[in-house]
């Protein structure tokens, strides 16, 4: 009887510790917004880059250049923080902070376009090294 008790127990264990593992590992996360409320956000942001994509759209040359680069890093990053918001960790915070310098560079790069080859490659280079110093303050001190 003791042992069949015992089975029962390490049988009951063994269920609590499975659970344990799947609510840690694949199980559902506790968030800071609800999925409903996510996702409308999202298609949100959605719709605003649509408004802007087609105003972009109606401009030529180096403005539409720019007008479709800067779009495209507010989307990235409203998307990044939208995820961060959503899921509340350091880790989704870190990637929307990342995703604002990334945007921020490429939005620089398209910029540099308007000036001639010298000038275009000191700005660029600016826009890196500014990326680096951005990327260095968010990783903090050495």
């Given at each position: 009887?003791?042992?069949?008790h015992?089975?029962?127990?390490?049988?009951?264990?063994?269920?609590?510790?499975?659970?344990?593992?799947?609510?840690?590992?694949?199980?559902?996360?506790?968030?800071?917004?609800?999925?409903?409320?996510?996702?409308?956000?999202?298609?949100?942001?959605?719709?605003?880059?649509?408004?802007?994509?087609?105003?972009?759209?109606?401009?030529?040359?180096?403005?539409?250049s720019?007008?479709?680069?800067?779009?495209?890093?507010?989307?990235?990053?409203?998307?990044?923080?939208?995820?961060?918001?959503?899921?509340?960790?350091?880790?989704?915070?870190?990637?929307a902070?990342?995703?604002?310098?990334?945007?921020?560079?490429?939005?620089?790069?398209?910029?540099?376009?308007?000036?001639?080859?010298?000038?275009?490659?000191?700005?660029?280079?600016?826009?890196?090294?500014?990326?680096?110093?951005?990327?260095?303050?968010?990783?903090?001190?050495?």
């Amino acid at each position: 009887m003791k042992r069949a008790h015992f089975l029962v127990s390490l049988g009951l264990a063994g269920i609590a510790a499975g659970s344990l593992v799947y609510a840690a590992v694949d199980g559902p996360r506790a968030t800071l917004m609800s999925e409903r409320d996510y996702e409308a956000a999202a298609r949100n942001i959605e719709k605003d880059v649509r408004k802007q994509r087609v105003h972009c759209a109606s401009l030529a040359g180096y403005e539409a250049s720019v007008c479709g680069t800067e779009t495209q890093a507010q989307q990235s990053i409203l998307m990044a923080e939208l995820t961060a918001r959503y899921l509340g960790t350091v880790s989704a915070q870190a990637e929307a902070r990342k995703a604002r310098i990334e945007g921020e560079l490429a939005v620089d790069n398209a910029r540099c376009e308007a000036f001639d080859n010298d000038s275009r490659n000191t700005c660029r280079q600016i826009a890196i090294d500014q990326r680096h110093a951005a990327l260095r303050a968010l990783d903090g001190p050495a």
